[in-house]
């Protein structure tokens, strides 16, 4: 059950997006701020490729949600390049509103954030959208907590637990099947951007992994301590999780759409659809989110911001 809260863009949005190109462009110079993009998790093989890719026809059978907004926009990535400030490419923040290249599960936790409810303290990001060059906020942001896999057997994730999804590296879409583009209104997706026709926004669903080893906050590579179900949890990641699916709609259609991304070692604001991806760290007010888990996902029912059934 997908709620959309929609909205538009007025003038201070405006005033505040021009301020934000030059913070953009002096983050971004051509041709300069090499990084090592290894750090970033790669290609998926092909069973959880094929995992990935089956995520869109697990319908939720219980949920509940948060509703977020965009807080800031810069080159840090706390999981990726911790403790160095504007070396990662620029990324698009949304929940805690503290979010930086140094951010511990403390930190979070004694900020604020922008998403209802409140007690949902955790730090989310994504790549920035750019249009003919222009950072584009997030127009709304859902994230959901959703039982689709043993919803009765799903244990609430661990505090501070952190992961990554997609493939930040990929040269084609066929190296990421965690990205999904659509238009609002219709029904068709893809892992490149779509040319959103008049009338209808850009949007982008982007589903998490299920299943936990039980042991590990992280991993080397931000991905193997929690992997993609794939008829069932394997004996190595026994636990299940809800799934976290981020649902992101930006107030544009059309072309000139491209992605804040890493290209031969150099931070770009040009790279294509298919290497989106998205960053979680959970700083949850953890008994709040234990009360979520039991009386929604595990009881079989679809919940609002408040934790309560609707």
């Not at 951010?103 to 989310?124: E, I, K």
């Not at 689709?148 to 990421?176: C, E, K």
């Amino acid at each position: 059950m997908h709620v959309r809260t929609r909205g538009s863009i007025g003038a201070a949005a405006v005033a505040v997006a021009v301020v934000l190109i030059g913070a953009v462009a002096g983050l971004q110079p051509a041709g300069a701020n090499h990084v090592d993009h290894n750090g970033h998790p790669g290609a998926p093989d092909a069973a959880q490729s094929a995992a990935i890719q089956a995520q869109p026809g697990a319908l939720a059978a219980s949920e509940f949600r948060a509703n977020c907004r965009a807080s800031h926009r810069a080159g840090h990535d706390p999981i990726i390049y911790p403790g160095r400030p504007g070396v990662s490419h620029v990324h698009e923040f949304f929940g805690n509103r503290s979010t930086n290249a140094s951010s511990t599960y403390t930190s979070l936790r004694a900020a604020g954030t922008t998403c209802d409810p409140v007690v949902d303290l955790s730090a989310y990001w994504v790549p920035t959208l750019y249009k003919n060059g222009v950072p584009v906020a997030p127009e709304s942001v859902t994230v959901y907590y959703q039982g689709i896999h043993d919803m009765q057997r799903a244990v609430t994730p661990p505090a501070n637990l952190r992961y990554v999804v997609g493939n930040a590296r990929a040269t084609s879409p066929d190296q990421n099947p965690s990205a999904r583009w659509s238009c609002t209104t219709q029904s068709p997706s893809s892992r490149d951007f779509m040319n959103c026709p008049a009338g209808t926004k850009l949007e982008t669903y982007l589903d998490f992994p299920t299943c936990w080893n039980g042991r590990d906050l992280d991993s080397a590579n931000h991905k193997d301590h929690i992997v993609f179900w794939n008829g069932s949890c394997p004996a190595t990641h026994n636990v299940v999780l809800p799934r976290l699916e981020f649902l992101i709609t930006y107030p544009v259609n059309g072309g000139g759409l491209s992605l804040g991304g890493t290209v031969n070692g150099v931070n770009v604001t040009t790279a294509p659809g298919y290497t989106f991806h998205g960053d979680f760290i959970n700083a949850w007010d953890q008994g709040e989110l234990e009360r979520r888990v039991r009386n929604c996902v595990n009881a079989g029912r679809v919940c609002g911001t408040n934790g309560t059934p609707i």
